[in-house]
């Protein structure tokens, strides 16, 4: 089993930064790709980024090219998520998910385990 555990989310101005970071524990992800989804209200889980499991290759959403770089260690079993010039409409829950495949996947149902999400908000 794998237990994801994101971190770093909070409550940002327009043109600000966030790092979002997901500890995963119960077993090593070294071998898992891993992605970031987000969810707003009232709307589906969407796709953010994903790395493959030796950070070699990596994959975003038109949305967040760019500005989002996905990034991990594997020593520290740690994803990480650096947000830059972020926007209102990026406000949502974001998520950390955990493939049990060395390939990234963008749907939600390319992932075997998922975090509890962490809250990012953005103000105009």
């Known amino acids: 089993q794998v237990q994801l555990v994101e971190s770093g989310g909070g409550l940002v101005q327009a043109g600000g930064s966030l790092r979002l970071s997901c500890a995963a524990s119960g077993r090593t992800v070294s071998n898992y790709a891993m992605g970031w989804f987000r969810q707003a209200p009232g709307k589906e889980r969407e796709f953010v980024a994903a790395?493959?499991?030796?950070?070699?290759?990596?994959y975003y959403a038109d949305s967040v090219k760019g500005r989002f770089t996905i990034s991990r260690d594997i020593a520290k079993n740690t994803v990480y998520l650096q947000m830059n010039s972020l926007k209102p409409e990026d406000t949502a829950v974001y998520y950390c998910?955990?493939?049990?495949?060395?390939?990234?996947?963008?749907?939600?149902?390319?992932?075997?385990?998922w975090g509890q999400g962490t809250q990012v908000t953005v103000s105009s």
């Open positions: 790395i493959s499991w030796s950070g070699g290759s990596t």
């Open positions: 998910a955990a493939r049990a495949t060395p390939g990234y996947g963008v749907r939600t149902h390319d992932y075997n385990y």
